[in-house]
Nanobody, 117 residues
Framework: QVQLVESGGGLVQPGGSLRLSCAAS????????MGWYRQAPGNQREWVAG???????HYADFVKGRFTISRDNTKNTVYLQMNSLKPEDTAVYYC???????????WGQGTQVTVSS
């Protein structure tokens, strides 16, 4: 059974940084394009960033230049480095497969990111 566990969220001031982690069990992430998604209260879940099996990265326009996605296949983990955080980045962040045609794994519980002064 595939399990995704996100961690690293918290409360941070505007302009601050956080590093999120997504650890997988039950499957080897090296075989999959992976992505980060987020869902703010009252909003639909939206895609944030993706990384292919080959290491190519893709970002939503609203995080380009501020967020960096990476992966460590030896640790079966995907990361999201978030810099220059804004209040509008406040959301629950999730990881999952990346790509419009890719069937998603069961979603994890996510990790809450709150950007506020």
């Amino acid at each position: 059974q595939v399990q995704l566990v996100e961690s690293g969220g918290g409360l941070v001031q505007p302009g601050g940084s956080l590093r999120l982690s997504c650890a997988a069990s039950g499957i080897g992430l090296r075989a999959y394009d992976m992505g980060w998604y987020r869902q703010a209260p009252g909003n639909q879940r939206e895609w944030v960033a993706g990384i292919t099996t080959g290491g190519a990265t893709h970002y939503a326009d609203f995080v380009k230049g501020r967020f960096t996605i990476s992966r460590d296949n030896t640790k079966n983990t995907v990361y999201l480095q978030m810099n220059s955080l804004k209040p509008e980045d406040t959301a629950v962040y999730y990881c999952n497969r990346f790509g419009a045609s890719s069937a998603r794994f069961t979603w994890g519980q996510g990790t809450q990111v709150t950007v506020s002064s």
